[in-house]
């Protein structure tokens, strides 16, 4: 099969800054030596534009997960622009796209079934989907947001100002113009493309499926160190309406706590976040059905076996409904301030009980699934 004509210049650009990254920066850096200054400037451009794409393009504007007021917008605009990743809206159609379906080679534009490279950058090499280059229709939405409409009209000056008119100032102040654009220019730049680049392709390969197994998407705790907190991209890609892709509080997501610590200052909002009865049913099914593929292989008639285990998923499925269902009426009695009452204390005491036997229920079913793993 005849294979689409090249971008060009993606092959150019894409040439051009790697070769400078893996051999000008080093060449500078053996010869002239970078100062604090230009590392301390690399590392706050690298965390500002690569969250600029996590906390901006990504969950604000691709998935609508918060609203934030128009100074973050704008901050996040141009941050996300100096990544060289497009513009809000040409990136976001392109992500909806990759959700709605996923993995499909001819209508996901960076399937992973398609490999790691193209996965990775091959996709933005050449012309593989040029007939909706154009085609925003998926994003009436932010074609109403002023602030992505100027980002997408000016982006080619937003880009050249904060890219190299701000480096070279802040390089003409510390006595190095070229030093600083080297750095915290071209190789930040470099860096950041990759590190969110991993998140189209390692993290559809490497990781478990803790929540789906529906399309590639894993959850690597490794690759969130690395992508922003974007590394829980299984639990992301099944409750992508959700701010947070690390749910628990020592998961690393630091895209979570930015979004979330703006919360507290009034300039983020509305912050959406999957019921938690969801999230646990959505991992209790994968655990049953990871527990039964593994006892076919391991019995030679397990029907039994299976049929207890999926006596105790009914249970616990139960117990979960039973403890959140009560759980959500206590919040609501607490709300309108009753929580003093007797009704309010009864309840409160049933939502104990309830917790009580849903995690007791929790760990036999995970025991359970956690004993069929090992070999008999």
């Not at 992500?95 to 209508?107: L, S």
């Not at 974007?230 to 706590?257: A, L, M, V």
Request: proline share 2%; hydrophobic share 45%.
């Amino acid at each position: 099969m005849k294979k689409p004509p090249l971008i060009l210049f993606n092959v150019i650009l894409f040439t051009i800054l790697t070769l400078i990254t893996i051999i000008g920066v080093p060449f500078w850096a053996i010869t002239y030596g970078f100062s604090n200054v230009e590392i301390i400037t690399t590392i706050i451009l690298f965390f500002f534009t690569g969250m600029s794409i996590t906390a901006g393009y990504h969950r604000l504007w691709s998935h609508k997960a918060y609203d934030a007021n128009i100074i973050v917008k704008v901050v996040l605009a141009i941050g996300g622009a100096m990544t060289l990743q497009n513009s809000i809206l040409h990136w976001a159609s392109d992500h909806r796209v990759h959700h709605r379906h996923v993995d499909v080679n001819d209508k996901d534009p960076y399937s992973a079934n398609r490999g790691f490279w193209f996965s990775h950058i091959g996709w933005m090499m050449r012309e593989y989907q040029s007939e909706r280059y154009s085609d925003y229709s998926n994003c009436k939405d932010l074609q109403k947001d002023s602030v992505v409409m100027w980002q997408h009209n000016h982006y080619i000056a937003i880009v050249l100002i904060a890219n190299i008119a701000v480096t070279a100032i802040l390089g003409y102040l510390n006595g190095s113009i070229l030093g600083m654009m080297l750095l915290a220019g071209i190789c930040r730049i470099v860096l950041v493309h990759h590190v969110t680049f991993f998140i189209n392709s390692l993290c559809h390969i490497w990781g478990k499926r803790t929540y789906t197994d529906c399309n590639t998407a894993r959850d690597n705790g490794i690759l969130a160190l690395f992508t922003f907190g974007e590394g829980y991209h299984n639990f992301h890609h099944i409750f992508e309406y959700d701010y947070r892709n690390g749910i628990k509080w020592w998961h690393f997501d630091p895209t979570k706590w930015l979004i979330k610590g703006l919360s507290f200052i009034g300039w983020t909002k509305n912050l959406r976040k999957c019921p938690e009865d969801r999230i646990q049913q959505a991992k209790f099914a994968m655990q049953l059905q990871f527990a039964k593929e593994k006892l076919v292989h391991k019995y030679p008639n397990p029907d039994e076996v299976i049929a207890k285990l999926e006596s105790e998923y009914e249970l616990l499925i139960n117990r979960c409904n039973e403890y959140y269902t009560t759980k959500k009426r206590l919040l609501r009695v607490q709300q309108r301030q009753l929580k003093r009452t007797v009704d309010g204390m009864d309840l409160q005491a049933k939502c104990a009980e309830l917790k009580a036997a849903f995690v007791a229920q929790k760990a036999h079913f995970t025991a359970l699934t956690n004993l069929s793993m090992h070999p008999a």
